[in-house]
């Protein structure tokens, strides 16, 4: 527990600190604290991760006037993290919390209209500053000040004055809840962790800046957290793990199609032997874009479809709650007027007992297809729509990645094309036949080899029927039919001048002997 001077010691005890706030907090749905996960640097030890997690929270938070309920974890000793719980309201020198948001009335003067909170509107008013209230006009209610309306000989309609949708937000706690600072506190944790792993001797540094502010192609990866881990320690797979262990597969992967393309692109050896490796490499690195993207869009379709039914059933089951809410509210009505109910009146007693009867049928049908529909998608019996909605948006965050691995690789393929077009017009100077003959005794090879590779990245043997379609989709996008059919033409023709020119040395010899 770390607090700010003005806050009472006797809130070292973090169950008084949250009923003090819990207190305070009395309208329905308000937030009660503000939570800040931070990952411990795993090369610094415990003592030295607390003094540097210690020296975070006094700078950025306590010393901004936030009390901290800060608690490590480290439940598998590979993840040491940090839970920090901090109060949103800001407090005053008399230790009393300050107001979130305050009323703000619209006031009007001279046909203008200008926002007060009450203890402005109190000198306001010594400037010919009124409220505005709404007065019946007809069937409408319009606001207008107590001045033009008594002039008018209008009745009020309500008590409540003109005021702006949600208030004025306390500065402090509008500054707190802003975009820009929590860049700040990013920015300031990755800067004080930095600071400590260079006083301890460590070489290594984070960045709290994305991959793309950071100029980097590579998908960051998603959170996979604490439910995720422990079933894959049992054996199960987790989505949000596997989706991980696939954007790591495929960054790398992209690492070294990127750095294989840097290479190809500083060829300028016009050898017949050294533009025919360069083409076969590049038509490698078509295939692989080839069969991932075949990989991704089936993943992607299998999202989809399984969206398409939970989707709905998550419709299903909201409506048999919401009616199993409304006919056991019914139901409850009934037996409680048929037990305040007079023995004697007999019809209604009957009209009752056979409306709770049907009722009662009813609430068994309704809770046996929840029940059912738990089941179906294995689902303890007291989850409810939340437990839907994980799931759903888990698949939509999971497809969300595809998307964006989608267009990468769509991306990269395009450049590999160009090079790829880029090597062959090189080439235009060299013997196409010959050229072909090299092509085609290296390529056994280089489709090995992305074989390999592919399986090394999905770790698991690549699909066969995928991969001759990534065969067929780079043949088409290289041209290689078109290329193929002017080779033979090339050959036949080649073919054909050869037989020709004997015949024309056997018809001079003919010539000269005579």
Known sequence: MLLPKCAPQEWQDREKLWNAVEEVETAKGSRLAREFVVALPIELNREQQIELLRDFIRKQFVSDGMCADAAIHDTDGHNPHAHILLTVRPLDEQRRWQYKTEKEYLCVRNGEERGFTAAEFKLAQNEGWEKQ?????????????????????????????????????????????????????????????????????????????????????????????VTARALERKGVIADRCEINRQIKADNALLRELKAEIKKL??????????????????????????YQLSHIRGGKSHIQESLAVWRPELERYTGLVQQIKEKSKERKSLVAEKKELPIYHVKRHKELAVRITELTEDLEELRSGKALLLQKFEYAEDAGAEAFRKDIAIMEAGLKKLEAQEQKYSAELDKVLAEYADLKSQAADIDPLELYKARQAIRPTQEKSVEQQLEDAIHEKPSLIML?????????????????????QLIMRRQKEQRTVPQNQSKKKEHWER
């Open 133 to 225: 209230y709404p007065y019946k006009v007809g069937k409408k209610k319009v606001y207008m000040t107590p001045s033009i309306a008594e002039a008018q000989g209008l009745v009020r309609a309500d008590k409540h004055p003109k005021s702006t949708r949600y208030g004025r937000q306390n500065p402090i706690s509008e500054r707190w809840n802003s975009e820009e600072q929590f860049v700040e506190w990013r920015k300031a944790w990755a800067d004080v962790s930095n600071r400590y792993l260079e006083r301890y001797g460590h070489d290594e540094r984070i960045d709290h800046r994305s991959n793309a502010a950071r100029g980097l192609d590579e998908i960051p990866t998603i959170h996979e957290g």
């Open 468 to 488: 001759l379609s990534a065969k067929q989709e780079a043949s088409r996008l290289l041209g290689e039919d078109t290329e193929e059919r002017q080779v033979r």
């Open 265 to 290: 692109a500083t060829l300028v050896a016009r050898t017949v032997p050294a533009i025919a490796e360069g083409l076969e490499k590049l038509r490698s690195r078509v295939l692989i874009f080839c």
